[in-house]
Protein backbone atom coordinates (compact mmCIF):
# COMPACT_ATOMS: atom_id res chain seq x y z
CA UNK A 1 0.00 0.00 0.00
CA UNK A 2 1.38 3.65 -0.71
CA UNK A 3 -0.13 6.31 0.35
CA UNK A 4 0.73 10.63 0.94
CA UNK A 5 0.58 10.81 4.63
CA UNK A 6 0.50 7.97 7.24
CA UNK A 7 -0.95 8.74 10.77
CA UNK A 8 -0.20 6.44 13.38
CA UNK A 9 -2.77 6.26 16.38
CA UNK A 10 -6.54 6.95 16.31
CA UNK A 11 -6.83 9.07 19.71
CA UNK A 12 -7.81 11.86 19.73
CA UNK A 13 -4.47 13.86 17.99
CA UNK A 14 -4.82 11.55 15.19
CA UNK A 15 -8.39 11.41 14.55
CA UNK A 16 -7.88 15.11 14.61
CA UNK A 17 -5.34 15.66 11.95
CA UNK A 18 -7.62 13.56 10.01
CA UNK A 19 -10.54 15.59 10.53
CA UNK A 20 -8.63 18.50 8.93
CA UNK A 21 -7.77 16.28 6.08
CA UNK A 22 -11.15 15.93 5.27
CA UNK A 23 -12.24 19.57 5.56
CA UNK A 24 -9.75 20.36 3.34
CA UNK A 25 -10.78 17.65 0.60
CA UNK A 26 -7.25 16.14 1.28
CA UNK A 27 -7.82 12.07 0.97
CA UNK A 28 -4.27 10.56 0.75
CA UNK A 29 -4.26 9.46 4.10
CA UNK A 30 -4.57 6.36 6.45
CA UNK A 31 -4.66 6.19 10.10
CA UNK A 32 -3.33 2.84 11.26
CA UNK A 33 -4.51 2.29 15.05
CA UNK A 34 -2.51 -0.64 16.94
CA UNK A 35 -5.50 -1.49 18.97
CA UNK A 36 -8.63 -3.09 18.09
CA UNK A 37 -10.99 0.22 18.88
CA UNK A 38 -10.24 3.97 18.26
CA UNK A 39 -9.35 6.89 20.89
CA UNK A 40 -6.45 6.00 21.97
CA UNK A 41 -6.85 6.68 25.87
CA UNK A 42 -10.41 8.18 25.60
CA UNK A 43 -12.20 4.59 26.27
CA UNK A 44 -15.83 4.33 27.26
CA UNK A 45 -17.51 1.10 28.26
CA UNK A 46 -20.97 1.14 28.69
CA UNK A 47 -21.97 -0.31 32.18
CA UNK A 48 -25.84 -0.04 33.77
CA UNK A 49 -27.69 2.21 31.40
CA UNK A 50 -25.34 4.59 31.24
CA UNK A 51 -21.44 4.19 31.22
CA UNK A 52 -18.12 4.54 32.53
CA UNK A 53 -14.74 6.14 31.17
CA UNK A 54 -11.65 4.07 31.40
CA UNK A 55 -9.47 6.56 30.08
CA UNK A 56 -10.50 10.64 29.89
CA UNK A 57 -13.16 11.83 32.25
CA UNK A 58 -13.75 15.48 32.03
CA UNK A 59 -13.69 18.51 29.88
CA UNK A 60 -11.27 20.90 31.34
CA UNK A 61 -12.69 23.87 30.40
CA UNK A 62 -15.89 24.96 27.81
CA UNK A 63 -13.98 28.57 26.31
CA UNK A 64 -11.99 28.33 23.41
CA UNK A 65 -11.83 24.38 23.81
CA UNK A 66 -12.50 22.53 20.47
CA UNK A 67 -13.32 19.23 21.94
CA UNK A 68 -16.18 20.86 24.01
CA UNK A 69 -17.50 22.44 20.72
CA UNK A 70 -18.07 19.09 19.34
CA UNK A 71 -19.99 18.19 22.46
CA UNK A 72 -21.79 20.72 22.38
CA UNK A 73 -22.99 20.33 18.67
CA UNK A 74 -23.89 16.87 19.65
CA UNK A 75 -26.16 17.67 22.11
CA UNK A 76 -23.64 15.33 24.23
CA UNK A 77 -22.27 17.75 26.86
CA UNK A 78 -23.99 16.89 30.92
CA UNK A 79 -25.13 20.52 32.47
CA UNK A 80 -27.35 18.30 35.27
CA UNK A 81 -26.47 18.91 38.69
CA UNK A 82 -25.59 16.22 41.50
CA UNK A 83 -27.53 17.90 44.78
CA UNK A 84 -25.82 15.43 46.98
CA UNK A 85 -22.65 18.00 49.06
CA UNK A 86 -21.66 15.38 51.96
CA UNK A 87 -18.06 14.52 51.83
CA UNK A 88 -17.08 12.50 54.74
CA UNK A 89 -13.51 12.43 56.28
CA UNK A 90 -11.55 9.83 58.35
CA UNK A 91 -8.07 9.02 59.35
CA UNK A 92 -6.82 5.46 58.34
CA UNK A 93 -7.95 4.56 62.26
CA UNK A 94 -11.87 5.34 61.65
CA UNK A 95 -11.46 8.83 64.07
CA UNK A 96 -14.26 10.59 61.66
CA UNK A 97 -12.85 14.18 61.18
CA UNK A 98 -14.95 17.15 61.54
CA UNK A 99 -15.69 18.14 57.76
CA UNK A 100 -15.94 22.11 58.14
CA UNK A 101 -12.88 21.40 60.07
CA UNK A 102 -11.07 19.42 57.13
CA UNK A 103 -12.45 22.02 54.60
CA UNK A 104 -10.83 24.94 56.05
CA UNK A 105 -7.77 23.90 56.07
CA UNK A 106 -8.04 22.30 52.57
CA UNK A 107 -9.56 25.81 51.14
CA UNK A 108 -6.41 27.52 52.72
CA UNK A 109 -4.08 24.65 50.64
CA UNK A 110 -6.05 25.50 47.50
CA UNK A 111 -5.42 29.36 48.00
CA UNK A 112 -1.39 28.72 48.24
CA UNK A 113 -1.54 26.71 44.78
CA UNK A 114 -3.68 29.62 43.84
CA UNK A 115 -1.33 31.98 44.08
CA UNK A 116 1.59 29.76 43.67
CA UNK A 117 2.79 31.59 40.60
CA UNK A 118 3.88 34.69 42.79
CA UNK A 119 7.46 32.47 44.02
CA UNK A 120 8.04 30.71 40.79
CA UNK A 121 11.90 31.87 39.74
CA UNK A 122 11.28 31.05 35.73
CA UNK A 123 15.43 30.92 35.67
CA UNK A 124 15.27 27.46 38.33
CA UNK A 125 14.74 24.70 36.16
CA UNK A 126 15.05 22.42 39.89
CA UNK A 127 12.31 24.27 41.34
CA UNK A 128 9.28 22.04 42.12
CA UNK A 129 5.91 23.00 42.91
CA UNK A 130 5.75 20.56 45.47
CA UNK A 131 8.58 22.42 46.94
CA UNK A 132 6.74 25.90 47.33
CA UNK A 133 3.71 24.25 48.20
CA UNK A 134 5.52 23.03 51.39
CA UNK A 135 7.13 26.16 51.75
CA UNK A 136 3.46 27.32 53.05
CA UNK A 137 2.51 24.16 55.32
CA UNK A 138 4.04 25.51 59.21
CA UNK A 139 1.48 28.90 58.47
CA UNK A 140 -1.45 26.76 57.90
CA UNK A 141 -0.24 24.40 60.34
CA UNK A 142 -0.04 27.10 62.97
CA UNK A 143 -3.17 28.40 62.12
CA UNK A 144 -4.83 25.51 63.29
CA UNK A 145 -2.63 23.57 65.54
CA UNK A 146 -5.36 24.54 68.82
CA UNK A 147 -7.96 22.72 67.26
CA UNK A 148 -6.16 19.58 65.40
CA UNK A 149 -3.30 17.46 65.91
CA UNK A 150 -0.46 18.36 64.16
CA UNK A 151 -0.12 15.09 61.92
CA UNK A 152 -3.68 15.46 60.62
CA UNK A 153 -3.29 19.08 59.67
CA UNK A 154 -0.26 17.33 57.69
CA UNK A 155 -2.62 14.43 56.12
CA UNK A 156 -4.98 17.42 55.35
CA UNK A 157 -2.55 19.23 53.28
CA UNK A 158 -1.34 16.29 51.84
CA UNK A 159 -4.55 15.23 51.01
CA UNK A 160 -5.53 18.62 49.50
CA UNK A 161 -3.43 18.40 46.50
CA UNK A 162 -4.48 14.89 45.07
CA UNK A 163 -6.14 16.65 42.42
CA UNK A 164 -2.84 18.10 41.29
CA UNK A 165 -1.35 15.10 41.37
CA UNK A 166 -3.92 13.32 39.33
CA UNK A 167 -3.78 16.21 36.70
CA UNK A 168 -0.01 16.05 36.54
CA UNK A 169 -0.09 12.14 36.73
CA UNK A 170 2.48 12.14 39.61
CA UNK A 171 2.35 10.86 42.97
CA UNK A 172 5.08 13.29 44.30
CA UNK A 173 4.48 17.46 43.08
CA UNK A 174 8.36 17.59 43.72
CA UNK A 175 8.92 16.02 40.71
CA UNK A 176 6.68 18.20 39.08
CA UNK A 177 8.67 21.28 37.31
CA UNK A 178 7.12 24.56 38.71
CA UNK A 179 8.29 26.40 35.73
CA UNK A 180 6.66 24.22 33.22
CA UNK A 181 3.39 24.07 35.31
CA UNK A 182 3.63 28.00 35.59
CA UNK A 183 3.06 27.71 31.54
CA UNK A 184 0.23 25.74 31.81
CA UNK A 185 -3.04 27.12 29.95
CA UNK A 186 -6.11 27.10 32.24
CA UNK A 187 -9.30 27.57 30.35
CA UNK A 188 -12.20 29.27 31.47
CA UNK A 189 -15.82 27.71 32.13
CA UNK A 190 -16.19 24.65 33.78
CA UNK A 191 -13.47 22.46 34.22
CA UNK A 192 -14.92 19.27 34.91
CA UNK A 193 -17.03 19.11 32.14
CA UNK A 194 -19.10 16.00 32.03
CA UNK A 195 -19.81 13.74 28.85
CA UNK A 196 -23.51 12.87 28.52
CA UNK A 197 -22.92 10.07 26.61
CA UNK A 198 -19.26 9.28 27.33
CA UNK A 199 -16.33 10.77 25.22
CA UNK A 200 -16.08 7.97 22.93
CA UNK A 201 -19.44 10.04 21.75
CA UNK A 202 -16.82 12.35 20.23
CA UNK A 203 -14.58 10.06 18.83
CA UNK A 204 -16.94 7.96 16.80
CA UNK A 205 -18.35 10.89 15.88
CA UNK A 206 -14.48 12.12 14.25
CA UNK A 207 -14.35 8.87 12.95
CA UNK A 208 -17.48 8.83 10.82
CA UNK A 209 -16.51 11.66 8.74
CA UNK A 210 -13.74 9.04 7.19
CA UNK A 211 -14.08 6.39 4.43
CA UNK A 212 -13.90 2.78 5.63
CA UNK A 213 -10.42 2.06 4.65
CA UNK A 214 -8.85 5.28 6.24
CA UNK A 215 -8.52 4.14 9.73
CA UNK A 216 -7.26 0.60 10.43
CA UNK A 217 -6.91 -1.49 13.29
CA UNK A 218 -5.20 -3.82 14.59
CA UNK A 219 -1.90 -2.33 13.22
CA UNK A 220 0.91 -2.57 15.00
CA UNK A 221 3.86 -0.09 13.88
CA UNK A 222 7.00 -2.07 14.04
CA UNK A 223 9.51 0.10 12.36
CA UNK A 224 9.51 3.68 10.45
CA UNK A 225 12.14 3.65 8.25
CA UNK A 226 12.67 7.12 6.83
CA UNK A 227 16.61 6.26 5.45
CA UNK A 228 15.65 6.55 1.99
CA UNK A 229 13.74 8.92 -0.09
CA UNK A 230 10.37 7.45 0.41
CA UNK A 231 9.41 6.56 4.13
CA UNK A 232 8.84 2.58 4.87
CA UNK A 233 6.47 1.48 7.43
CA UNK A 234 6.30 -1.80 8.71
CA UNK A 235 3.28 -3.05 10.65
CA UNK A 236 1.85 -6.43 12.39
CA UNK A 237 -1.58 -7.07 12.33
CA UNK A 238 -2.26 -8.61 15.14
CA UNK A 239 -5.32 -9.67 14.30
CA UNK A 240 -4.64 -12.11 11.67
CA UNK A 241 -0.72 -12.47 12.34
CA UNK A 242 0.13 -10.92 9.23
CA UNK A 243 2.94 -8.28 8.35
CA UNK A 244 2.65 -5.82 5.60
CA UNK A 245 4.97 -2.66 4.77
CA UNK A 246 3.59 0.81 3.63
CA UNK A 247 5.16 3.54 1.63
CA UNK A 248 4.29 6.83 2.02
CA UNK A 249 6.41 10.61 1.77
CA UNK A 250 5.10 11.97 5.41
CA UNK A 251 4.47 10.42 8.66
CA UNK A 252 2.04 12.15 11.86
CA UNK A 253 3.22 10.27 14.70
CA UNK A 254 0.76 11.00 17.78
CA UNK A 255 2.26 7.46 19.73
CA UNK A 256 2.26 8.22 23.12
CA UNK A 257 5.60 9.19 25.19
CA UNK A 258 5.21 6.48 27.23
CA UNK A 259 6.19 4.26 24.43
CA UNK A 260 8.48 6.33 22.74
CA UNK A 261 10.49 6.55 25.96
CA UNK A 262 10.26 2.71 25.58
CA UNK A 263 10.74 2.10 21.92
CA UNK A 264 11.71 5.09 20.31
CA UNK A 265 15.19 3.31 19.51
CA UNK A 266 13.35 0.29 17.83
CA UNK A 267 10.69 1.84 15.83
CA UNK A 268 12.63 4.90 13.78
CA UNK A 269 15.78 4.00 11.49
CA UNK A 270 17.75 5.85 11.82
CA UNK A 271 17.29 7.07 15.27
CA UNK A 272 15.54 10.51 16.14
CA UNK A 273 18.00 13.59 16.42
CA UNK A 274 19.45 13.49 19.62
CA UNK A 275 17.55 16.95 20.44
CA UNK A 276 14.68 15.03 20.38
CA UNK A 277 15.66 11.72 22.56
CA UNK A 278 17.13 14.19 25.12
CA UNK A 279 13.58 15.97 25.28
CA UNK A 280 11.93 12.34 25.29
CA UNK A 281 13.84 11.64 28.31
CA UNK A 282 13.50 14.48 30.34
CA UNK A 283 9.92 14.88 30.51
CA UNK A 284 7.52 13.53 32.77
CA UNK A 285 5.34 10.38 32.08
CA UNK A 286 3.08 9.06 34.70
CA UNK A 287 0.95 6.35 35.39
CA UNK A 288 -2.81 7.32 36.44
CA UNK A 289 -5.29 4.69 36.96
CA UNK A 290 -9.16 4.52 37.99
CA UNK A 291 -10.68 1.74 40.08
CA UNK A 292 -14.92 1.96 39.62
CA UNK A 293 -16.34 0.26 43.41
CA UNK A 294 -19.42 -1.19 42.30
CA UNK A 295 -22.34 -1.30 45.20
CA UNK A 296 -25.29 -3.13 44.47
CA UNK A 297 -27.63 -0.17 45.47
CA UNK A 298 -27.96 3.28 45.22
CA UNK A 299 -26.41 5.23 48.33
CA UNK A 300 -29.00 5.88 50.96
CA UNK A 301 -28.76 8.38 51.95
CA UNK A 302 -26.43 9.57 48.92
CA UNK A 303 -23.66 11.64 49.46
CA UNK A 304 -20.57 12.52 47.08
CA UNK A 305 -17.57 10.73 48.55
CA UNK A 306 -15.27 9.40 51.29
CA UNK A 307 -11.75 10.72 51.85
CA UNK A 308 -8.76 9.00 54.02
CA UNK A 309 -6.80 11.33 56.12
CA UNK A 310 -3.33 8.93 56.37
CA UNK A 311 -0.99 10.14 59.53
CA UNK A 312 2.63 9.02 59.34
CA UNK A 313 1.86 8.33 63.71
CA UNK A 314 -0.67 5.87 63.09
CA UNK A 315 -0.04 2.43 62.28
CA UNK A 316 -2.53 0.58 59.57
CA UNK A 317 -3.17 -3.18 58.42
CA UNK A 318 -5.67 -4.79 56.70
CA UNK A 319 -5.56 -7.94 58.69
CA UNK A 320 -7.98 -10.20 56.58
CA UNK A 321 -6.91 -8.92 53.15
CA UNK A 322 -3.27 -9.34 53.82
CA UNK A 323 -3.24 -12.63 55.62
CA UNK A 324 -5.68 -14.12 52.95
CA UNK A 325 -3.69 -12.56 49.87
CA UNK A 326 -0.67 -13.28 51.56
CA UNK A 327 0.60 -9.07 51.58
CA UNK A 328 3.80 -8.89 52.68
CA UNK A 329 3.76 -4.73 52.88
CA UNK A 330 0.13 -2.57 53.26
CA UNK A 331 1.78 0.81 52.49
CA UNK A 332 0.22 0.63 48.80
CA UNK A 333 -3.12 1.67 50.50
CA UNK A 334 -2.03 4.78 50.92
CA UNK A 335 -2.72 5.33 47.33
CA UNK A 336 -6.29 4.43 48.26
CA UNK A 337 -7.06 8.13 49.79
CA UNK A 338 -10.81 9.40 48.14
CA UNK A 339 -13.50 7.66 46.78
CA UNK A 340 -15.48 10.34 45.13
CA UNK A 341 -19.33 9.09 43.82
CA UNK A 342 -19.66 9.17 40.15
CA UNK A 343 -22.08 11.61 38.46
CA UNK A 344 -24.39 9.31 36.54
CA UNK A 345 -24.44 6.28 38.86
CA UNK A 346 -25.43 6.44 42.36
CA UNK A 347 -24.18 2.91 43.55
CA UNK A 348 -20.18 3.70 41.88
CA UNK A 349 -17.49 5.06 43.87
CA UNK A 350 -14.54 6.08 41.73
CA UNK A 351 -10.95 5.74 43.11
CA UNK A 352 -7.94 7.35 41.91
CA UNK A 353 -4.53 5.84 42.17
CA UNK A 354 -0.93 7.49 41.05
CA UNK A 355 2.60 6.43 40.31
CA UNK A 356 4.37 3.65 42.00
CA UNK A 357 1.30 2.05 44.18
CA UNK A 358 -0.54 2.49 41.14
CA UNK A 359 1.63 0.62 39.56
CA UNK A 360 1.59 -2.11 42.06
CA UNK A 361 -2.31 -2.41 42.53
CA UNK A 362 -2.25 -3.19 38.33
CA UNK A 363 -0.56 -6.25 39.25
CA UNK A 364 -2.98 -7.97 41.78
CA UNK A 365 -6.36 -9.78 41.04
CA UNK A 366 -9.55 -7.78 41.26
CA UNK A 367 -10.70 -9.53 44.26
CA UNK A 368 -8.10 -8.79 45.95
CA UNK A 369 -8.04 -5.06 45.38
CA UNK A 370 -11.95 -5.45 46.11
CA UNK A 371 -11.54 -7.37 49.40
CA UNK A 372 -8.95 -4.08 50.39
CA UNK A 373 -11.22 -1.44 49.21
CA UNK A 374 -13.89 -3.09 51.43
CA UNK A 375 -12.06 -3.77 54.47
CA UNK A 376 -10.40 -0.50 54.45
CA UNK A 377 -13.97 1.29 53.94
CA UNK A 378 -15.32 -0.95 56.76
CA UNK A 379 -12.55 0.03 58.92
CA UNK A 380 -11.86 4.13 58.18
CA UNK A 381 -15.70 4.84 57.99
CA UNK A 382 -17.46 2.83 59.95
CA UNK A 383 -20.10 5.52 60.95
CA UNK A 384 -21.41 5.76 57.03
CA UNK A 385 -22.58 2.24 57.25
CA UNK A 386 -21.87 1.41 53.45
CA UNK A 387 -22.44 -2.46 52.40
CA UNK A 388 -19.94 -4.03 50.90
CA UNK A 389 -19.19 -4.02 47.11
CA UNK A 390 -20.12 -6.58 45.04
CA UNK A 391 -17.10 -5.73 42.41
CA UNK A 392 -14.52 -3.26 40.59
CA UNK A 393 -13.92 -2.14 37.04
CA UNK A 394 -10.61 -0.31 36.56
CA UNK A 395 -7.91 0.78 34.08
CA UNK A 396 -4.33 -0.94 33.90
CA UNK A 397 -2.66 1.94 31.43
CA UNK A 398 0.91 1.08 32.73
CA UNK A 399 0.41 -2.47 31.57
CA UNK A 400 -1.09 -1.35 27.99
CA UNK A 401 1.11 -1.71 25.57
CA UNK A 402 0.34 0.62 23.45
CA UNK A 403 0.37 3.73 26.15
CA UNK A 404 2.24 2.76 28.95
CA UNK A 405 1.15 4.98 31.16
CA UNK A 406 -1.27 7.71 31.32
CA UNK A 407 -0.68 11.02 30.09
CA UNK A 408 2.15 13.29 30.35
CA UNK A 409 3.69 16.46 32.77
CA UNK A 410 6.68 18.95 32.96
CA UNK A 411 9.28 17.00 35.31
CA UNK A 412 11.82 18.84 37.12
CA UNK A 413 14.88 19.57 34.73
CA UNK A 414 12.63 19.68 31.79
CA UNK A 415 11.53 23.06 29.81
CA UNK A 416 8.41 23.61 27.69
CA UNK A 417 11.41 23.90 25.03
CA UNK A 418 11.47 19.70 25.65
CA UNK A 419 7.38 20.20 24.24
CA UNK A 420 8.28 22.42 21.37
CA UNK A 421 11.49 19.71 20.58
CA UNK A 422 8.44 17.11 20.70
CA UNK A 423 6.51 18.69 18.56
CA UNK A 424 9.46 19.75 16.12
CA UNK A 425 8.93 18.20 12.54
CA UNK A 426 11.98 16.37 11.59
CA UNK A 427 13.56 17.27 7.83
CA UNK A 428 9.71 17.97 7.27
CA UNK A 429 8.83 14.02 6.85
CA UNK A 430 8.31 13.04 10.29
CA UNK A 431 5.84 14.71 11.99
CA UNK A 432 4.77 14.55 16.09
CA UNK A 433 1.43 15.49 17.84
CA UNK A 434 -0.38 14.33 21.00
CA UNK A 435 -1.01 15.61 24.46
CA UNK A 436 3.25 15.86 25.11
CA UNK A 437 3.94 18.01 22.58
CA UNK A 438 1.91 21.26 23.74
CA UNK A 439 3.10 22.38 26.65
CA UNK A 440 -0.10 24.50 27.50
CA UNK A 441 -2.50 22.33 27.24
CA UNK A 442 -0.25 18.97 28.13
CA UNK A 443 -1.86 16.03 29.59
CA UNK A 444 -5.54 16.81 28.30
CA UNK A 445 -7.96 15.57 25.28
CA UNK A 446 -8.12 19.07 24.21
CA UNK A 447 -3.94 19.51 24.31
CA UNK A 448 -4.58 15.78 21.89
CA UNK A 449 -6.92 17.53 19.40
CA UNK A 450 -5.39 20.61 19.21
CA UNK A 451 -2.11 19.59 18.18
CA UNK A 452 -2.71 16.84 15.89
CA UNK A 453 -5.17 19.06 13.74
CA UNK A 454 -2.45 21.92 14.04
CA UNK A 455 -0.07 19.65 12.63
CA UNK A 456 -2.07 18.37 9.95
CA UNK A 457 -1.74 22.44 8.80
CA UNK A 458 1.55 22.02 9.05
CA UNK A 459 1.59 18.76 6.46
CA UNK A 460 -0.67 20.05 3.76
CA UNK A 461 1.55 23.18 3.70
CA UNK A 462 4.84 20.96 3.34
CA UNK A 463 2.90 19.55 0.66
CA UNK A 464 1.32 22.21 -1.41
CA UNK A 465 5.09 24.15 -1.75
CA UNK A 466 6.24 21.19 -3.24
Known sequence: MSKKVVIIGAGMAGLAAGTYFIEQNFHDFVILEASSTIGGRIQTIPFQNSFIEIGAQWMHGTENNPVYDIGLSLDAIDESVDRAVDVFYSSQDGQRLDENLVESIQNEAHSLLENLSENIDENNLDQSIGALLDDGYLDIENNYK??????????????????????NSCENLNEVSANGWNNFEILN????TNNKYGYSKITEYLASKFSKNQIELNQIVEKIDWSGDEVIISVYNEKENKKSKLVCDLVLCTISLGCLKKNHFLIFKPNLPLNKIDAINRLGFGCLNKIFVIF???????????QVIWRDD????????KIKWNLQDMDFCRALDNFEKLPNHKNILLAFTVGKYSELIEKL??????DIISELIEKCFPHVNLPRPVKIMRS??????????SYSYLKVGSTVEDMDEMAASVEDRLFFAGEATIYKYVGTVHGAYVSGYDEAKRILSVINNE
Not at 189 to 192: A, C, P, Q, S, Y
Not at 296 to 306: M, R
Open 365 to 370: EDDCIL
Open 314 to 321: VDFELENS
Open 296 to 306: DNDFQPDFQGL
Open 189 to 192: GNLL
Open 396 to 405: RWLSNAFTRG
Open 146 to 167: SEMESEVIRGIFRAAFNVEKFE
